[in-house]
Nanobody, 121 residues
Framework: QVQLVESGGGLVQAGGSLKLSCTFS????????MGWFRQAPGKEREFVAS?????????NYADFVRGRFTISRDNVQFIAFLQMKNLQPEDTAVYYC?????????????WGRGTQVTVSS
């Protein structure tokens, strides 16, 4: 069974950087699209970024993070990353890692428990 564990969240000042990691287990990593989502207090969960199954694969970003966040993956170590730069207070949220089967790329069926990112002004 696929399991996802996020790490790397924390408290950072505006303009700072964080790198989130998502450790994947329970299946073959390269058979899954990977995505990052976030949910701020009182708001719905929203898409942040996604990456296709191969390292260096096609990426997609939400407009509000384009140019500041970078998604990547290591298919040897079974880890997905989200490098976040120039963080702003509005980026404060719980960040979730998700996985979608190769055969269902838009359907993220597996989720981690999330990691808190807090950006102070």
């Amino acid at each position: 069974q696929v399991q996802l564990v996020e790490s790397g969240g924390g408290l950072v000042q505006a303009g700072g950087s964080l790198k989130l990691s998502c450790t994947f287990s329970g299946s073959w990593f390269s058979n899954y699209f990977m995505g990052w989502f976030r949910q701020a207090p009182g708001k719905e969960r929203e898409f942040v970024a996604s990456i296709a199954t191969w390292s260096g694969g096609t990426t997609n970003y939400a407009d509000f993070v384009r140019g500041r966040f970078t998604i990547s993956r290591d298919n040897v170590q079974f880890i997905a990353f989200l490098q976040m730069k120039n963080l702003q207070p509005e980026d404060t949220a719980v960040y979730y890692c998700a996985a979608a089967r190769l055969t269902s790329p838009g359907q993220f069926a597996y989720w981690g428990r999330g990691t808190q990112v807090t950006v102070s002004s």
